[in-house]
């Protein structure tokens, strides 16, 4: 059974940072796209990061480009979100995702994790 967990999460003041885990039990990790969603309050979930099987590709959602990065470690079967200068607005309940097809697409994600949620205050 593949299983997606997430920690990390916390609250934290306006410009500072978190790092988020997603440690996945999943075969063939390295056969699968990663990425990271979040919703927050009374939000729709969106898109925040991408990654692609190998680590050598990256993408990200035009509010966090230049404050957010992406990793994995295959060995670990681990991705990582590495959030600096974090504001309000990124107060949300964040969620990893893995897809065997790159880019991602949110509809067509194999496998979600269950979130964790991040506080930013002001």
């Known amino acids: 059974q593949v299983q997606l967990v997430e920690s990390g999460g916390g609250l934290v003041q306006a410009g500072g940072s978190l790092r988020l885990s997603c440690a996945a039990s999943i075969r063939s990790f390295s056969g699968y796209a990663m990425g990271w969603f979040r919703q927050g309050p009374g939000k729709e979930r969106e898109f925040v990061a991408a990654?692609?099987?190998?680590?050598?590709?990256?993408y990200y959602a035009d509010s966090v480009t230049g404050r957010f990065n992406i990793s994995r470690d295959n060995i670990k079967k681990t991705v990582y979100l590495k959030m600096n200068s974090l504001k309000p607005e990124d107060t949300a309940v964040y969620y990893c995702?893995?897809?065997?097809?790159?880019?991602?697409?949110?509809?067509?994600?194999?496998?979600w994790g269950q979130g964790t949620l991040v506080t930013v205050s002001s």
């Open positions: 995702a893995a897809a065997e097809a790159y880019p991602l697409s949110m509809h067509g994600m194999d496998y």
């Open positions: 990654i692609n099987w190998s680590g050598t590709s990256t």
